[in-house]
């Protein structure tokens, strides 16, 4: 497999995970490389100065024990404290840089920022100006995540790359959606083709991969460098081992066994306890638990119980309970693929 680069970054293979608010905190990031992904940026951290010391952006920078390159995305609206915000960041461990331009969330949207920056293409000049330029003296490359355009009769997907690519953005992640799209329907890959046949930078495909074989036909019909996965590895962390795995021999990865996926998900559960602490962390596991349980049998009263737990260790005796039932060396099977 052709080997994709950042500025002076090699990763080893072309599957990367996307960053997702509330989803790819450290612990994620880090079971997610431990799991085959070659690359992993944070979840959305704050331009504003007056937000950096909040308990929520401290723990979106704390990047503590998690592989080289750290990739840190940024939002905002005002170039200045964009390019304050990348140099705060890069103090605090970033490696990469990458800027967000795509999120359609309203209260993103609402103050100019996200995905609403694609109806104003000179700001957006001025932005990426602004944080190329704050990396420059550090050696540090800026990468651009973006949606095809503002809604299906405005894309400008080709004229944002173009304009990112001469201002100095080191690749570029296009998800196949508008903002208007927000994630309904189905993400379309000819303007990513397009855009990877107009630019010579790195071009990331994103939106809708979600099996080895998808990622094969998408790096396919549209040339990408990479491809980028979000919700499709949520409570499936291996998804990035699966899809390396195929597109390198052409050959399918057994699914994991019950003692894999037992020792997966109480490894993630454990990092995320010591992370979010014992209060927050018992709340904002049960998603977390709830995309792993999701389609496995037996799992419904368990699901309500692990809802309605209080405790860090309440959550760890249900699911020992719970995997006690299945044989440790068989193949975990969805109701999906029982059927």
Known sequence: MPRMRIGSWT????????????????????????????????????????????VKTSRRIDHEGEPDPVAVQIAGSDPEMMAEAARFNIEKGARIIDINMGCPVKKVCNVASGSALLRDEALVVRILRSVVDACRPYDVPVTLKTRTGWDPESRNAVRIGMLAQDIGIAALTLHGRTRCDFYQGEAEYDTIREVKSTLEIPVVANGDIDSPEKAKRVLEYTGADAVMIGRAAQGRPWIFREISHYLATGTRLAPPTWGELRHNLLDHLEDHYRFYGEYTGVRTARKHIGWYLDGLPQAEGLRQHINSSETTSDQIAALQRWFDQFPTNETIMTHAQAA
């Open 11 to 54: 990763l080893p293979h072309p599957v990367f995970v996307a960053p997702m608010a509330g989803v790819t905190d450290r612990p994620y990031r880090r079971l997610c490389k431990a799991l085959g992904a070659a690359y992993a940026v944070s979840e959305m951290a704050a331009s504003n100065p007056r937000l950096w010391n909040s």
